[in-house]
């Protein structure tokens, strides 16, 4: 009964360092921000940030006023990445 008692602490202790070391790990790093221009922010109201596949799909959110300006517009070539995509 004892040696039960003695397992079943060393296993929650266990389980509750492997979750604070996940929560530690999906913690926001402030080394991982990427600086971003606040001008865009007139323009440009979401964005997809972070490392994505390369299967991912990239979207672009414009601000209301921006986006009627654009409807009848040509959009190709708007914005340019890097590295290339």
């Given amino acids: 009964m004892l040696q039960r008692n003695l397992f079943k602490k060393i296993a929650a202790f266990l389980i509750s360092i492997f979750i ?7 913690a926001d790093n402030s080394s991982d921000k990427q600086n971003v221009n ?7 109201s979401a ?3 972070n490392i994505i596949s390369n299967q991912s799909s990239i979207s672009i959110e414009f601000e209301s006023e ?3 300006k654009l409807v009848h517009q040509k959009t190709e070539n ?3 990445f890097t590295p290339k995509i």
């Fill in 66 to 68: 921006t986006a009627k």
């Fill in 78 to 80: 708007l914005f340019e």
């Fill in 38 to 44: 606040n001008e865009f922010s007139k323009y440009i």
């Fill in 47 to 49: 964005f997809t940030t």
């Fill in 20 to 26: 604070l070391n996940l929560f530690s790990k999906c």
